[in-house]
């Protein structure tokens, strides 16, 4: 199984953002899916996550400001990040809970770091 997270990049305070994960290999099926984002000498943090039935969670510093969904057709999850801020600069990673014939487990994709300027 394979993450491929795009959408990354260089912004204004203010502006928006659109990233995307998508899941690809030998799925069954996805359980949830989640973005975690991590800075320089700091823990990796869930930001937001979706079950694969539409329930979402979110991060207290980015409700109302990030809206996470899923494509369970695309096997994909969606990350809009509206109204950002100098402090949502990190490297973003997303995260899926998939079952694979027999068994299953966790999978991180590579990253996509998003600066945000003041």
């Known amino acids: 199984v394979q993450l491929q997270a795009s959408g990354g990049g260089l912004v204004q305070a203010g502006a928006s953002r659109r990233l995307s994960c998508a899941a690809s290999?030998?799925?069954?099926?996805?359980?949830?899916m989640a973005w975690y984002r991590q800075g320089p000498g700091k823990q990796r943090e869930l930001v937001a996550g979706?079950?694969?039935?539409?329930?979402?969670n979110y991060a207290d510093s980015v409700k109302g400001r990030f809206t996470i969904t899923i494509d369970n057709a695309k096997n994909t999850v969606y990350l809009q990040m509206n109204s950002l801020k100098p402090e949502d600069t990190d490297v973003y990673y997303c995260?899926?809970?998939?079952?694979?014939?027999?068994?299953?487990?966790?999978?991180w994709g590579q990253g996509t770091q998003v600066t945000v300027s003041s």
């Open positions: 290999g030998s799925i069954f099926s996805i359980n949830a």
């Open positions: 979706v079950t694969s039935g539409g329930l979402t």
């Open positions: 995260r899926a809970h998939v079952r694979v014939t027999g068994t299953s487990g966790d999978y």
